[in-house]
């Protein structure tokens, strides 16, 4: 599932806050439930994300609202990758920081770099057909800006390219660019300087470079790996009904309570997902009349068949042999 951090959400909320829209508003609007943000995990889903951005771009009077978002961000709200582009060597080396680590803020969309001669087009490719052009002005915007932080003075770039026809605000645009801007272009694209990528970042630093790299490698390593509820799912299939969390964690390589952190961050647990799978074995097990309740009461790991009665009361509403009945007649 493609994911979007909450930080990136945040800055689109905080802008929408000071245009006067009220974050409950733009929730309710996009169909979003209140407490969707309150989530122990650090992303949301970029459907949700997508819901977002339209109800914005539908409460809000702003047409250009998604540009003057992106000129409100500030590095604090990329934190970890903002350190890790401030630590390259120079413009170019950063560039590569983004398009190496851009999951870490959103799998919303891509970058690519493409060299021309002795120009190259920093390409932003969004991952969805229903992007909103806000979307894409905000990302564009938020990269020339922190081209011009890394650097520390004002840069211009040679040329802007952008997918959507929205000229309401172009001397806005041109103003804030300095260069040609084309509008119902193929792609979204902002032309840079070659020479300008070479140039040296004041605040490099090799081992901070070092630090913030492995501190990003690793961030990107929990994104990309498989999910670890998906991976506790398996080992319950795989194993005995009465399987422990520490048994499961041991098969995983790592420990119980790092287990149960890593769960959390899902909003899950090891128990909801041990629950989970016996109500769905108990169902498969009831099916066959050969088993009798005590037989898939052991199965299920229950030490005691009231035990397995009251859960799957609590779980169907029903008895054991109250939900055969209905299922078998």
Sequence with gaps: MKT????????????ANLQ?????????????????????SSRISL?????????????SADPLFGFHMGQSLKP??????????????NLG??????????????????????????????VYTPAASNFSYHQIDAVLVATLSFARWLLGRE?????????????????????????????????NSILFSSDLLQEALPGFDQGLATMHEQMADNQLQRLTEPDIIAKVQERLLMGL????????????????????RKLQEQGSSFQKLHDEHRHQ???QLLANEDLSLLDISLQLGFSESSTFYRAFKRWQGVTPGEYRQQVLG
């Design 4 to 15: 979007v951090s909450l930080i990136w959400v945040r800055g689109v909320l905080q802008a």
């Design 20 to 40: 006067g829209l009220d974050e409950s508003d733009i929730l309710m609007h996009a169909g979003l439930a209140p407490d969707c943000l309150q989530t122990s």
């Design 47 to 59: 459907s949700d994300t997508l819901a977002l951005w339209r109800s914005v771009e539908e409460l």
């Design 76 to 89: 604090a709200h990329f934190q970890l990758l903002a350190f890790t582009m401030l630590s390259s060597s």
């Design 93 to 122: 080396g950063a560039i590569e920081k983004i398009l190496k680590y851009q999951r870490l803020i959103s799998d919303g969309g891509s970058f690519s770099v493409i060299p021309q001669n002795e120009q190259t087009a920093l």
């Design 155 to 187: 840069i211009k770039p040679l040329a802007l390219a952008l997918s959507h026809n929205e000229d309401k605000g172009l001397e806005e645009y041109q103003a804030f660019y300095g260069c040609d801007i084309q509008f119902g272009q193929d792609q």
């Design 241 to 260: 009904e009465s399987i422990s969390r520490d048994e499961v964690a041991a098969q995983l390589a790592m420990s119980g309570r790092s287990l149960q």
């Design 281 to 283: 074995r108990s169902l």
